[in-house]
């Protein structure tokens, strides 16, 4: 079993920054790849980035540029940094996995992110 908890969502004014933490617990040795996505209501979740314990990371063209994922093994936590957000870009965060052990999918509670204008 996999735990993940997103923190760090908050309120904002556009053109303002948030990081995002997502802390892994549990059978840590299933996981290999790491994920965020969003999802505003109504609205499909949207993939944004990922990033594999050896630190390679993709990103979404949305937001490419402006977010950076990162992560500290030896806590591990992952991390998104969201720059020059604006109200578009409120949404409920979410971290993911899947287990490289059993395939399951893993899903944090979500954090929300509020941008005003």
């Known amino acids: 079993q996999v735990q993940l908890v997103e923190s760090g969502g908050g309120l904002v004014q556009a053109g303002g920054s948030l990081r995002l933490s997502c802390a892994a617990s549990g059978t840590i040795s299933a996981i290999n790849v790491m994920g965020w996505y969003r999802q505003a209501p109504g609205k499909q979740r949207e993939f944004l980035a990922t990033?594999?314990?050896?630190?390679?990371?993709t990103y979404a063209d949305s937001v490419k540029g402006r977010f950076t994922c990162s992560s500290d093994n030896a806590k591990n936590t992952v991390y998104l940094q969201m720059n020059n957000l604006n109200p578009e870009d409120t949404a409920v965060y979410y971290c993911?996995?899947?287990?490289?052990?059993?395939?399951?999918?893993?899903w944090g509670q979500g954090t929300q992110v509020t941008v005003s204008s």
């Open positions: 990033i594999t314990k050896s630190g390679s990371t």
């Open positions: 993911y996995t899947r287990s490289r052990w059993n395939g399951r999918d893993y």
